[in-house]
Protein backbone atom coordinates (compact mmCIF):
# COMPACT_ATOMS: atom_id res chain seq x y z
CA UNK A 1 0.00 0.00 0.00
CA UNK A 2 1.04 3.48 -1.20
CA UNK A 3 1.35 5.67 1.84
CA UNK A 4 -1.01 8.02 1.41
CA UNK A 5 -0.45 12.30 2.19
CA UNK A 6 -3.64 14.12 2.58
CA UNK A 7 -3.61 17.80 2.65
CA UNK A 8 -6.34 19.93 4.76
CA UNK A 9 -6.75 23.17 4.07
CA UNK A 10 -8.79 24.25 6.28
CA UNK A 11 -10.15 27.73 5.95
CA UNK A 12 -7.39 28.93 4.03
CA UNK A 13 -6.34 30.28 1.49
CA UNK A 14 -8.38 33.48 1.14
CA UNK A 15 -9.40 33.84 -2.17
CA UNK A 16 -9.76 31.47 -5.47
CA UNK A 17 -6.83 32.97 -7.12
CA UNK A 18 -4.79 31.90 -4.11
CA UNK A 19 -6.55 28.28 -3.62
CA UNK A 20 -5.63 27.79 -7.87
CA UNK A 21 -2.23 28.72 -7.52
CA UNK A 22 -1.83 26.42 -4.51
CA UNK A 23 -2.77 23.31 -5.97
CA UNK A 24 -1.14 24.55 -9.10
CA UNK A 25 1.95 24.11 -7.13
CA UNK A 26 1.33 21.16 -5.87
CA UNK A 27 0.22 19.50 -9.39
CA UNK A 28 3.41 20.80 -10.90
CA UNK A 29 5.70 19.56 -8.66
CA UNK A 30 3.99 15.46 -8.34
CA UNK A 31 6.98 14.06 -10.23
CA UNK A 32 6.07 10.33 -12.21
CA UNK A 33 7.95 8.89 -9.21
CA UNK A 34 5.86 10.46 -6.85
CA UNK A 35 2.87 9.82 -8.36
CA UNK A 36 3.67 6.12 -8.67
CA UNK A 37 4.59 5.63 -5.22
CA UNK A 38 2.40 7.84 -2.90
CA UNK A 39 -1.70 8.47 -3.12
CA UNK A 40 -2.29 12.10 -2.42
CA UNK A 41 -5.48 13.77 -1.39
CA UNK A 42 -6.00 17.55 -0.95
CA UNK A 43 -9.29 18.76 1.01
CA UNK A 44 -10.46 22.55 0.14
CA UNK A 45 -12.89 24.76 1.39
CA UNK A 46 -16.20 24.39 -0.03
CA UNK A 47 -16.23 27.02 -2.29
CA UNK A 48 -13.52 26.55 -4.45
CA UNK A 49 -13.97 22.64 -5.13
CA UNK A 50 -16.20 23.11 -8.20
CA UNK A 51 -13.25 25.55 -9.54
CA UNK A 52 -10.49 23.15 -8.46
CA UNK A 53 -12.60 20.37 -10.18
CA UNK A 54 -12.55 22.18 -13.52
CA UNK A 55 -8.78 22.65 -12.68
CA UNK A 56 -8.15 18.91 -12.42
CA UNK A 57 -10.50 17.58 -15.43
CA UNK A 58 -8.46 20.70 -17.77
CA UNK A 59 -5.05 19.18 -16.00
CA UNK A 60 -6.86 15.53 -16.91
CA UNK A 61 -5.37 14.65 -13.38
CA UNK A 62 -6.24 11.59 -11.99
CA UNK A 63 -3.85 10.75 -9.47
CA UNK A 64 -4.32 13.86 -6.80
CA UNK A 65 -7.54 13.34 -5.24
CA UNK A 66 -9.71 16.48 -4.59
CA UNK A 67 -11.86 16.16 -1.09
CA UNK A 68 -14.61 18.29 0.93
CA UNK A 69 -13.35 18.91 4.72
CA UNK A 70 -17.08 18.39 5.87
CA UNK A 71 -20.80 17.38 4.39
CA UNK A 72 -24.49 16.65 5.74
CA UNK A 73 -26.23 13.76 6.20
CA UNK A 74 -29.32 14.85 4.60
CA UNK A 75 -30.02 14.57 1.06
CA UNK A 76 -32.06 18.02 0.71
CA UNK A 77 -34.00 20.31 2.66
CA UNK A 78 -34.21 23.04 5.20
CA UNK A 79 -30.75 22.81 6.53
CA UNK A 80 -29.59 26.75 6.01
CA UNK A 81 -25.46 26.60 4.84
CA UNK A 82 -25.37 22.41 4.91
CA UNK A 83 -24.00 20.82 2.06
CA UNK A 84 -25.57 17.71 0.84
CA UNK A 85 -23.68 14.57 -0.34
CA UNK A 86 -25.04 14.94 -3.83
CA UNK A 87 -23.88 18.30 -4.17
CA UNK A 88 -20.44 17.27 -3.32
CA UNK A 89 -20.89 14.43 -6.40
CA UNK A 90 -22.16 17.20 -8.65
CA UNK A 91 -18.91 19.02 -8.26
CA UNK A 92 -16.83 16.01 -8.87
CA UNK A 93 -16.00 14.77 -5.13
CA UNK A 94 -15.96 11.32 -3.90
CA UNK A 95 -14.08 11.96 -0.51
CA UNK A 96 -14.42 13.76 2.18
CA UNK A 97 -13.59 14.68 6.05
CA UNK A 98 -15.90 13.87 8.87
CA UNK A 99 -15.57 14.21 12.04
CA UNK A 100 -12.27 16.59 12.18
CA UNK A 101 -11.73 17.66 15.69
CA UNK A 102 -12.19 21.64 14.69
CA UNK A 103 -15.88 20.42 13.61
CA UNK A 104 -16.83 18.84 17.35
CA UNK A 105 -15.28 21.49 19.01
CA UNK A 106 -16.32 24.85 17.33
CA UNK A 107 -19.52 22.95 15.08
CA UNK A 108 -20.74 21.48 18.46
CA UNK A 109 -20.83 18.19 16.12
CA UNK A 110 -21.61 15.27 18.56
CA UNK A 111 -20.67 11.38 17.92
CA UNK A 112 -24.53 10.72 17.35
CA UNK A 113 -24.29 13.23 13.87
CA UNK A 114 -20.78 12.56 13.25
CA UNK A 115 -22.31 8.93 12.61
CA UNK A 116 -25.27 10.30 10.65
CA UNK A 117 -22.79 11.96 8.17
CA UNK A 118 -20.67 8.50 8.01
CA UNK A 119 -23.84 6.73 7.44
CA UNK A 120 -24.92 8.94 4.28
CA UNK A 121 -21.18 9.12 3.18
CA UNK A 122 -21.41 5.22 2.12
CA UNK A 123 -24.96 5.47 0.83
CA UNK A 124 -23.48 8.04 -1.61
CA UNK A 125 -20.08 5.73 -2.21
CA UNK A 126 -18.11 8.53 -0.91
CA UNK A 127 -14.50 7.68 0.92
CA UNK A 128 -14.63 8.32 4.24
CA UNK A 129 -11.44 10.28 6.13
CA UNK A 130 -13.11 9.68 9.40
CA UNK A 131 -10.90 12.01 12.52
CA UNK A 132 -10.48 10.61 15.90
CA UNK A 133 -8.29 11.85 18.88
CA UNK A 134 -7.91 12.90 22.74
CA UNK A 135 -8.09 16.78 24.16
CA UNK A 136 -5.21 14.99 26.85
CA UNK A 137 -2.60 12.68 26.76
CA UNK A 138 -4.08 10.68 29.31
CA UNK A 139 -7.26 9.35 27.86
CA UNK A 140 -6.29 8.60 23.92
CA UNK A 141 -6.79 5.15 24.35
CA UNK A 142 -10.85 5.77 26.12
CA UNK A 143 -11.50 8.55 23.79
CA UNK A 144 -10.10 6.66 20.50
CA UNK A 145 -12.69 3.62 22.27
CA UNK A 146 -15.68 5.81 22.41
CA UNK A 147 -15.32 7.72 19.32
CA UNK A 148 -14.71 5.09 17.03
CA UNK A 149 -17.77 2.88 18.80
CA UNK A 150 -20.29 5.64 18.33
CA UNK A 151 -18.84 7.21 15.13
CA UNK A 152 -19.15 3.69 13.19
CA UNK A 153 -22.33 2.33 14.57
CA UNK A 154 -24.05 0.68 11.97
CA UNK A 155 -21.80 0.61 9.25
CA UNK A 156 -21.35 -2.55 8.10
CA UNK A 157 -17.80 -4.85 7.32
CA UNK A 158 -18.20 -3.97 3.43
CA UNK A 159 -17.72 -0.23 3.98
CA UNK A 160 -15.12 -0.33 5.96
CA UNK A 161 -12.94 -0.42 2.50
CA UNK A 162 -14.18 3.21 2.29
CA UNK A 163 -12.82 4.08 5.69
CA UNK A 164 -9.59 5.89 5.96
CA UNK A 165 -9.09 6.86 9.81
CA UNK A 166 -7.00 9.56 10.74
CA UNK A 167 -5.26 9.80 14.50
CA UNK A 168 -4.88 13.11 15.34
CA UNK A 169 -4.35 14.23 19.24
CA UNK A 170 -6.06 17.37 19.63
CA UNK A 171 -3.51 18.53 22.11
CA UNK A 172 -0.94 18.24 18.99
CA UNK A 173 -2.68 20.05 16.42
CA UNK A 174 -1.08 23.58 15.53
CA UNK A 175 1.11 23.03 18.78
CA UNK A 176 4.13 22.29 17.10
CA UNK A 177 4.60 19.77 19.48
CA UNK A 178 3.40 16.42 17.46
CA UNK A 179 3.18 13.11 19.34
CA UNK A 180 5.81 10.84 18.99
CA UNK A 181 5.96 8.17 16.45
CA UNK A 182 6.11 5.22 18.34
CA UNK A 183 3.46 6.47 20.47
CA UNK A 184 1.43 7.11 17.44
CA UNK A 185 1.70 3.86 16.19
CA UNK A 186 0.48 1.91 19.34
CA UNK A 187 -2.38 4.28 19.21
CA UNK A 188 -2.72 3.07 15.18
CA UNK A 189 -2.74 -0.36 16.85
CA UNK A 190 -5.36 0.32 19.16
CA UNK A 191 -7.45 1.45 16.90
CA UNK A 192 -7.29 -1.60 14.41
CA UNK A 193 -7.99 -3.97 17.44
CA UNK A 194 -11.32 -2.01 17.57
CA UNK A 195 -11.52 -2.46 14.21
CA UNK A 196 -11.35 -6.05 14.21
CA UNK A 197 -13.90 -6.08 17.74
CA UNK A 198 -16.38 -4.61 15.13
CA UNK A 199 -15.31 -6.92 11.68
CA UNK A 200 -12.33 -9.11 11.73
CA UNK A 201 -8.59 -8.79 11.61
CA UNK A 202 -8.49 -8.50 7.74
CA UNK A 203 -10.78 -5.93 8.00
CA UNK A 204 -8.63 -4.34 10.25
CA UNK A 205 -5.30 -4.53 8.69
CA UNK A 206 -7.29 -3.01 5.72
CA UNK A 207 -8.29 0.09 7.04
CA UNK A 208 -5.49 2.84 6.26
CA UNK A 209 -4.71 4.60 9.58
CA UNK A 210 -2.79 8.30 9.42
CA UNK A 211 -1.38 10.25 11.76
CA UNK A 212 -2.15 13.95 11.95
CA UNK A 213 -0.99 16.98 14.35
CA UNK A 214 1.33 19.21 13.56
CA UNK A 215 3.18 17.31 10.76
CA UNK A 216 5.86 18.95 9.00
CA UNK A 217 8.19 18.18 6.32
CA UNK A 218 11.00 17.67 9.01
CA UNK A 219 9.08 15.27 11.35
CA UNK A 220 7.03 13.92 8.25
CA UNK A 221 9.80 10.61 6.95
CA UNK A 222 10.01 10.09 11.28
CA UNK A 223 6.16 9.06 11.35
CA UNK A 224 5.68 7.49 7.64
CA UNK A 225 8.38 4.77 8.50
CA UNK A 226 6.56 3.52 11.04
CA UNK A 227 5.01 0.24 10.25
CA UNK A 228 1.82 0.93 11.42
CA UNK A 229 1.02 4.53 10.15
CA UNK A 230 -0.43 4.05 6.80
CA UNK A 231 0.26 7.94 6.01
CA UNK A 232 -0.02 11.87 7.52
CA UNK A 233 -2.98 14.29 7.69
CA UNK A 234 -1.29 17.28 6.57
CA UNK A 235 -2.76 21.06 8.25
CA UNK A 236 -1.10 23.87 8.10
CA UNK A 237 2.02 22.76 6.35
CA UNK A 238 0.04 21.82 3.33
CA UNK A 239 0.12 25.78 2.77
CA UNK A 240 3.27 25.85 1.35
CA UNK A 241 3.56 23.92 -1.78
CA UNK A 242 7.20 23.00 -1.84
CA UNK A 243 6.46 21.78 1.81
CA UNK A 244 4.07 19.71 1.29
CA UNK A 245 5.79 18.40 -1.83
CA UNK A 246 8.78 17.42 0.80
CA UNK A 247 6.16 15.92 2.85
CA UNK A 248 4.78 13.53 -0.28
CA UNK A 249 8.41 12.82 -1.18
CA UNK A 250 8.65 11.91 2.49
CA UNK A 251 6.32 8.50 1.71
CA UNK A 252 7.85 7.90 -1.04
CA UNK A 253 9.55 4.45 -0.53
CA UNK A 254 13.28 5.29 -1.06
CA UNK A 255 13.17 8.34 1.78
CA UNK A 256 11.88 5.78 4.16
CA UNK A 257 15.13 3.89 3.81
Known amino acids: M???????WKMNPGTAA???????????GMTAELRKNTSVILAAPFVYLRDLAMLWERRRERHVVLAAQNMFWAEKGAYTGEISP???????????????????RYGGETDELI???????????????LCVGEQNKDEAFEVLE??????????????????MIAYEPIWAIGSGAPDTPQDSAQKMLYIRR?????????????????????VTEKNARDFLQEEHIDGVLVGGAS?????????????APEALH
Open 2 to 8: NKIIAAN
Open 18 to 28: EASALAEGVLN
Open 86 to 104: AMLADSGIRTVIIGHSERR
Open 115 to 129: NQKIIAAFKHKFRVI
Open 146 to 163: QEITADLAGVGKAQLQNL
Open 194 to 214: LIAKKANAKAAFAVPVLYGGS
Open 239 to 251: LKPQSFLAIIAAG
